[in-house]
């Protein structure tokens, strides 16, 4: 029997591992790992593609992190079925296995919408190390590729094909680039970048089919517009969906993902979530729903770990936060950045824009408070935008100049007097989202704040919300 289960070997996996060994240096742990690898970086995948990143650079924990923390890792088996009432995981080698404590950490699986054709050579996705290497065993014979969907991971996609010299074509269902990130406005700068970098892009439109010759090869994408494309290879990066599969039937409460409360625990009992296969509360919606980012696995991943080993730490909420850069372009975008004017009614927007220099800010207030932000060229704002966020400062005092300027005034405290002016100008080199970019006189202030489920209660040296409770 394992004290400790982990299905799954990605962030979320490796910050519980971290969490539970800090309170519990002896406990035994199992982790599933579907690959056959150490946990590894999967944004640099396509790095490793375009011939810019060697793959070993790829693992970020190497096989001596699961040694020092004594784990035992199953490379190459997965969770399969789960019986949570009786704490019983059943995995892809025929094992079962009974648990104490397990933390289900299965992440999310590439979505393929229903396309005539898809099924056959030629047809890929792209977010593991072996659909990687797959399109890498490809290159030789690819000339023209046709990507599927203009979001994050299709738009790097996009650029490590054209760096390979291949002829690249994005199609993307939606009217902009990064739809779910960028407004028309955002897009029509990224629109330019592609176009100075030689990558074609159909917008508002869909592949329904694959067509493919007499020998099974991929010849073109016919489109719902009824146009078709010559290419050889295609591409699907239409996004990700959360990985609910292997939980199916076992008992717990799943919506788009597995459902946890503020401890990141899930209906059954010792059995908890995180990461990209969990719904989790949204900070900023107010609601539970999927968030699949890095930063928010890592955190849900330290909160859980800790929690199985005894803690009581207490998830506040997260909201999403990306950054992407492509031929030479910056985006950074949290929470709700792509809201359009035609629900201004409901919030405020403020934009900056300089089409000729390729820089674009935009902020959108509800509430008198930040809901959301895109940066597109110039990103240096992020850290701060997104610690204006996590705050729930007000924000009406200076709203006006938040996207103009070089900087902000130089003070920004709801509460006059309660503290001494803060240049945000002079905070150069902020390297860190959040937090890093208040002192903490500011983060302590903000916590006085009343807000949805006891948010910003108290936070260790990791940053991490601490349950500020009789049972601490």
Request: proline content about 5%; some cysteine; charged content about 25%.
């Amino acid at each position: 029997m394992a004290k400790y289960l982990i299905a799954g070997n990605s962030v979320a996996a490796v910050a519980a591992i971290q969490a539970i060994r800090e309170r519990d240096p002896e406990g035994k742990i199992v982790v599933l790992s579907p690959e056959k690898t150490t946990a590894y970086c999967r944004p640099l995948i396509t790095y490793v593609l375009a011939g810019e990143v060697e793959e070993w650079r790829l693992p970020y924990k190497r096989e001596s992190f699961y040694q020092q923390n004594r784990v035992d890792v199953k490379y190459g088996v997965a969770l399969e079925g789960l019986d949570a009432e009786n704490r019983v995981a059943y995995l892809s080698n025929g094992e079962r296995l009974p648990f104490e404590k397990m933390l289900i950490a299965v992440g999310g699986v590439p979505f393929v919408p229903p396309m005539e054709g898809v099924e056959g050579p030629g047809v890929f996705t792209y977010t593991t190390i072996d659909h990687m290497r797959a399109v890498q065993e490809r290159l030789p014979q690819m000339r023209k590729v046709v990507v599927v969907g203009a979001g994050m991971i299709g738009m790097k996609v996009a650029e490590a094909l054209k760096k390979c010299g291949k002829d690249v074509v994005i199609v993307e269902l939606m009217d902009r680039i990064l739809p779910m990130v960028l407004d028309k406005e955002g897009s029509a700068i990224a629109e330019d970048v592609l176009t100075k970098a030689g990558v074609e892009y159909v917008l508002g439109d869909s592949v329904v089919g694959i067509l493919r010759d007499s020998s099974g090869e991929v010849c073109g994408v016919e489109l719902k517009s009824g146009k078709r494309i010559e290419c050889d290879t295609v591409v699907v990066a239409v996004g990700v969906r959360p990985n609910i599969a292997p939980v199916e039937g076992s008992g717990l409460q799943v919506n788009r993902g597995v459902v946890v409360d503020d401890m990141m625990e899930t209906s059954a009992s010792g059995v908890y979530a995180a990461g990209d296969c969990a719904e989790a509360y949204d900070l900023i919606l107010g609601e539970k729903r999927p968030n699949l980012v890095w930063p928010v696995a890592y955190r849900q991943g330290l909160i859980a770990g800790s929690n199985m080993a005894g803690g009581r730490r207490r998830y506040v909420g997260g909201f999403p936060i990306n950054s992407i850069g492509f031929f030479g372009f910056q985006v950074c975008s949290a929470g709700m950045s792509a809201v359009d004017d035609e629900i201004e009614g409901s919030f405020e927007i403020y934009r900056y824009v300089d089409r000729e220099k390729g820089i674009y800010r935009k902020v959108v207030i509800g509430n008198n408070r930040l809901m959301g932000f895109a940066l597109v060229g110039d990103v240096r704002r992020a850290g701060l935008y997104t610690g204006l966020i996590w705050s729930r400062m007000d924000v009406s005092y200076f709203k006006d100049v938040l996207v103009d300027g070089p900087g902000l005034p130089e003070a920004v405290y709801p509460i006059e007097g309660a503290l001494p002016p803060m240049n945000f100008s002079s905070r150069k080199g902020i390297r860190r989202f959040g937090w890093a970019v208040f002192p903490y006189g500011y983060r302590k202030l903000f916590t006085g704040y009343s807000a949805r489920i006891e948010e910003i209660c108290a936070f260790d040296d990791k940053g991490v919300c601490l349950y500020d409770g009789d049972d601490q």
